[in-house]
């Protein structure tokens, strides 16, 4: 079994920045693709950002120049660095994890995590 914990939410002023945390733990044979979600008030849950196990990044044309996403694979973590944010950009969000997991046979199975949900919180 595979948990995802999120740090790093918070309120902050527009301009200002944050820092998410997600850190993957469990029996966990490798981690894959890592990425970011989001869900604002009254909407669909939206895809932020996304980074794979080589290091390419997608992000969201919403936060594009604004957002960093990257990862430390010895820790297994992913961060979400958000600089410049805006009212628009409250919304609670998700870390994702994808790779493939020991069972308890010793079996190797693929997993697709999400975390609780860190709530960020942008004034004007």
């Known amino acids: 079994q595979v948990q995802l914990v999120e740090s790093g939410g918070g309120v902050v002023q527009a301009g200002g920045s944050l820092r998410l945390s997600c850190a993957a733990s469990?029996?966990?044979?490798?981690?894959?693709?890592m990425g970011w979600y989001r869900r604002a008030p009254g909407k669909e849950r939206e895809l932020v950002a996304t980074?794979?196990?080589?290091?390419?990044?997608n992000y969201a044309d919403s936060v594009q120049g604004r957002f960093t996403i990257s990862r430390d694979d010895a820790k297994k973590t992913v961060y979400l660095q958000m600089n410049s944010l805006k009212p628009e950009d409250t919304a609670v969000y998700y870390c994702?994890?994808?790779?493939?997991?020991?069972?308890?046979?010793?079996?190797?199975?693929?997993?697709?995590?999400w975390g609780q949900g860190t709530l960020v919180t942008v004034s004007s």
């Open positions: 994702n994890v994808q790779g493939v997991s020991i069972a308890s046979d010793a079996g190797l199975h693929d997993f697709d995590s």
């Open positions: 469990g029996s966990i044979f490798t981690v894959d693709a």
């Open positions: 980074i794979n196990r080589g290091g390419k990044r």
